[in-house]
C-alpha cells in the first residue's frame, strides 16, 4: 500500500512563498509520474504542475514562472516550490503518485493542504 503525507502549506501574504512537500511511502517499484493538484472552494480540482519518471515537468500557465515542481528520489519525496504567490492560488493542494507496487498499478492521493493567500 502507498501512502502520501504532504506538508508545508499555511496562510501567507500575497507575493509571499511557500513549499510543499510529499513524502510517499510504501513498496513502490516504479513510479509513472508524479505532480501537484489543488482544488478552490467552489471548484474543480485541477493540475498545477507533473513531473514524469525521465524528469521532465510541465506546469500550468497560470502558475509558469512562479511555481516549481520537483523530487528527491533517495527521500522518495516530490515537492512544490511555490512563490509569488497570490490570492487566486488559495486552495487544498494534493500530491498524486502514479506507480506499481510490484506488479500491481497504483494511483494514490496526499490527504490534501490548505494554502491560504491572503492580506
Known amino acids: 500500500q502507498v501512502q502520501l503525507v504532504e506538508s508545508g502549506g499555511g496562510l501567507v501574504q500575497p507575493g509571499g512563498s511557500l513549499r510543499l512537500s510529499c513524502a510517499a511511502s510504501?513498496?513502490?517499484?516504479?513510479?509513472?509520474?508524479m505532480g501537484w493538484y489543488r482544488q478552490a472552494p467552489g471548484k474543480q480540482r485541477e493540475l498545477v504542475a507533473i513531473?514524469?519518471?525521465?524528469?521532465?515537468?510541465n506546469h500550468v500557465d497560470s502558475v509558469k514562472d512562479r511555481f516549481t515542481i520537483s523530487r528527491d528520489n533517495a527521500k522518495n519525496t516530490l515537492y512544490l516550490q511555490m512563490n509569488g504567490l497570490k490570492p487566486e492560488d488559495t486552495a487544498v493542494y494534493y500530491c498524486?503518485?502514479?506507480?506499481?507496487?510490484?506488479?500491481?498499478?497504483?494511483?494514490?492521493w496526499g490527504q490534501g493542504t490548505l494554502v491560504t493567500v491572503s492580506s
Open positions: 513531473m514524469s519518471s525521465g524528469g521532465s515537468t
Open positions: 498524486n503518485v502514479q506507480g506499481r507496487l510490484g506488479s500491481l498499478p497504483f494511483n494514490a
Open positions: 510504501g513498496s513502490i517499484s516504479h513510479i509513472f509520474a
